[in-house]
């Protein structure tokens, strides 16, 4: 960077939650001044930075203004207005990962058709416009339909089993997409700086609860064969070179029961698949995006032991001012570490915080973690 | 603790430096609510707590003001008005380190008194008020006269050769110590919670610089003999018992030459001599530290790979905006972990900064940290 940065550099981050908080915690040792857009007053972030600013991420006018003052901008949350950030960036205000890229990731159907362009393997898909072109897809039943835009932690995806199931269809732009009867969800998460440098961190897998539905623990690292784990890794260096971003790349990916790897989707940040890394591996991936937004060495993406990653979500049924019950228990196990994301209200299921699992041993991790998981509870 | 304190928790940090902010970055894990009390309007801390209050730590009244809303207060320096958290804590406020404790290490001879109570092995010592008790000290020349209060970094500390030097002694209250021939300085952090429970970090060794006649790295874990670690460790852990310290504290000690273990000073925080333990070890001495003053389980202390520390000092001959080169550099190490200040200005060996330098060969280590030295400067 061309700039003189420790101390000088302003830093915008679009997004104020988790994902940025747990930034700040690694800039700090950068000395970077840090402002943040959230449009939630209690955001994760809006007591850890230089300047928090209350606004919309989706209004033109707020994230220009915001940005307009700063050297370096980057997301931790991809739907942002890419026109204001598309101004900035020819206005001369850098962003991290650039505005094409993450006006691609916000449209799935875009994303879909990049893989194919580019000889990524991803599950066959049709874009659909309305619910009329449900009615002749290429796609056999039963198949999934996503939103093209917003959709989140499995927001914005359907299951339909037959053409009885249309009525209850998406009726907004959205892709329809084979089915993948898969072996393991798995990720790999990959950083390019804009010297072109790209390093991946080892494969992930997400152990599912066949009994709940939900995907409940992340392992780290992954025990597939070494050449599965190299395919992996290839497929999501090749994405982020094809891209040409700048930044960290989460790539989710799925396992076929024949062996096969298929790109499910991409976040262009921080992700929830890489937390692990801040305990288990020797470069946190928050320090690896910023590695690579400041133009820095990638740094060394080695496991160190094995790590086991629990979603801390409010408990079904409880509403309101967040209470943490079992912390102390918890924390009497060697190897744990807690990530409270300093949320004030708790609803169902929402992301307020994380716990690690570290082991030498990677069944006593897994055993640990579902220790972990019968103790703490977020209640109100 | 009683209190349900995920959230609702208001932490006092007297004092807003690096220590504060390492802390900081840490307890952001917690969810408390972080309120600090600084001299300096650009400390450190200033732009990461809920609350940032610049003002004496040494007037009463501000000290009291400061924390008589709060739940709970630490330190990371130990000069402040130790009256005034007297006065917290009989109306309810937890103080941790506890003030009487404070009020002890504050000066070194009630240190020294302490150890000899104690029967905790420290070098031969003898009080002194006034210039004139120098006539006629036990303590045979070449001996350290050190001042009993506000001494810290090398300041406060004269070495007297002969009777010739007494005019140029400290006239304050001090001590005079025995000089000791030691083989080696080390240092050993205990943590003690309010339970009673006790744990150490392993002992760590200071490698000192003949040439500059400084410490130059601080290196973990130390490879003298079992024994030997033991023993210091047993020491430390003597030390927080006896005080029934709540809190960190760095016990600080030379290693004779023919074996013995001498304790110098005691820090009740965390400290330099454990920075290294953010990357090197299980647990940092920040998370532990948290720990012992919420009253939870201490965590693992144990050691993950070699480490050493450097201080990275302002350049001699450079004052104003500091200004840092060779970070790019540095980081291009495997293994190398940059902490900055964000000290907005410089002076010849302010510390500005640390390096840790992580390797599973302690060899290796050791001619990184060497690699490192010579590339990253301060400068204005």
């Known amino acids: 960077m061309a700039k003189d ?18 930034m700040i915690q690694e800039a700090i040792n950068f000395n970077v001044n840090i402002h943040v857009l959230d449009p939630d007053k209690n955001a994760p972030c809006r007591l850890l930075c230089n300047k928090f600013e209350c606004g919309s991420l989706s209004d033109f006018d707020t994230v220009y203004n915001f940005g307009k003052d700063l050297d370096l901008i980057t997301i931790e949350i991809e739907k942002v207005n890419v026109d204001a950030l598309e ?15 993450i006006r691609l990731i ?18 066959a898909f049709q874009l659909i416009s309305s619910k009329d072109n449900l009615q002749n897809t290429s796609i056999a039943y039963p198949f999934i339909q996503k939103l093209r835009k917003d959709g989140y932690d499995g927001k914005g995806v359907k299951r339909l089993n037959s053409p009885l199931d249309i009525p209850e269809a998406f009726a907004e732009p959205s892709i329809v997409e084979e089915l993948v009867d ?13 010297k072109g440098d790209v390093k991946t961190f080892p494969m992930v897998e997400m152990e599912f609860n066949p009994v709940v539905n939900l995907v409940e ?37 799925f396992l076929t029961k024949s062996g096969d790897i298929l790109v499910n989707e ?29 133009n820095l060495p990638l740094g060394d993406t080695s496991t160190r032991q094995h790590a086991v990653m629990i979603n801390l979500l409010g408990e079904d049924g ?28 708790t609803k169902p299921f929402r992301k307020m915080g994380h716990i690690c699992i570290i082991n030498e041993n990677r069944e006593l991790a897994i055993t640990n973690a579902r220790k972990v998981q019968e103790i703490i509870k977020v209640k109100a």
């Open 87 to 101: 101004k900035l960036e020819q206005e001369g205000v850098q962003v991290f990962p650039q505005s094409r890229v």
């Open 106 to 123: 916000q449209d799935k159907g875009m994303q879909k058709q990049f893989f194919k362009q580019n000889d990524i393997p991803t599950s």
């Open 318 to 345: 409880f509403e309101g001012l967040a209470k943490y019950e079992g912390v102390e228990e918890i924390l009497s196990i060697d190897g744990v570490y807690v990530h409270l994301y300093g949320k004030k209200y």
């Open 5 to 22: 940065f420790y101390g000088d550099l302003k830093l915008g981050i679009l997004g104020g939650g988790q994902l940025g908080r747990m």
């Open 217 to 253: 623990f992340l392992i780290s690292p992954s025990t597939y064969s070494e050449e599965i784990q190299q395919k992996a890794e290839e497929i999501a260096k090749k994405i982020a070179c094809d891209l040409q971003i700048v930044g960290l790349l989460a790539v989710e990916m």
């Open 266 to 294: 991409l976040a262009p940040r921080p992700h929830n698949s890489g937390h692990q890394t801040i305990e288990g591996n020797a470069v946190s991936q928050f320090a690896q995006h910023l590695r690579a937004i400041f």
């Open 182 to 194: 898969f072996e393991k969800e798995i990720a790999v998460i990959v950083a390019r700086n804009d």
